[in-house]
């Protein structure tokens, strides 16, 4: 069931005008944006994908003053972005409560590294190093920043290279799976070398 939006009705108006400037779409656009992002959410298997797209909405009529003043771009691409960051807390929520019902504890824990954490950097470094000079510097540019500077940063990424924002998100994510794979590969070794 959704939950009651915290939008007063003024900012709800400001909401519809900075989503679309021509009044008579503004409410068009709102409703395919919110449809959209409860599509989304229950796409990632969200609890509350009504509730947790009035929140996005919310999220962003907090922030609207600074929006309109200080972001340039597609509102949407905004709304999407606090919806992605949503769904990554709505996770983490997850992973943290999770039951011990049925779950057998070691009596001793697990013999663990203390440079498993040095291992992965070092097999990082080299993984980046492997990656011609260009695409080194696009994927460490992209992960370079946090919170909005990470939204304004990326847009900004895509329209120098000439691309959308999520062409971008996508090449960057093909690269980062591939990093990935590179750094356990470099692990494996490692653990076998021992």
């Keep these: 069931m959704p939950r009651k939006s915290d939008i007063p009705p003024e900012r709800f108006n400001d909401l519809l005008a900075w989503l679309d400037?021509?009044?008579?779409?503004?409410?068009?656009?709102?409703?395919?944006?919110?449809?959209?992002?409860?599509?989304?959410?229950?796409?990632?298997k969200c609890a509350d994908p009504e509730g947790m797209a009035d929140e996005v909405f919310d999220r962003v009529c907090r922030r609207l003053p600074q929006l309109e003043r200080e972001f340039e771009g597609n509102p949407k691409v905004y709304c999407y972005a606090v919806a992605n960051n949503l769904i990554k807390e709505y996770q983490k929520k997850l992973k943290l409560n999770v039951p011990f019902d049925g779950i057998d504890v070691a009596d001793e824990p697990p013999d663990t590294e203390d440079t498993s954490i040095e291992f992965r950097e070092e097999c990082l470094n080299d993984c980046l190093q492997k990656l011609p000079e260009r695409k080194r510097e696009l994927i460490l540019s992209y992960y370079s920043k946090e919170k909005h500077a990470k939204i304004v940063h990326r847009a900004e990424m895509a329209r120098q290279l000439g691309i959308s924002v999520e062409t971008l998100r996508v090449r960057m994510s093909r690269m980062r799976r591939n990093l990935e794979a590179c750094i356990e590969l470099c692990l494996d070794r490692r653990r076998n070398q021992k």
């Design 21 to 44: 400037p021509n009044p008579e779409s503004a409410g068009l656009t709102y409703l395919d944006l919110q449809d959209s992002l409860a599509r989304i959410f229950a796409w990632r």
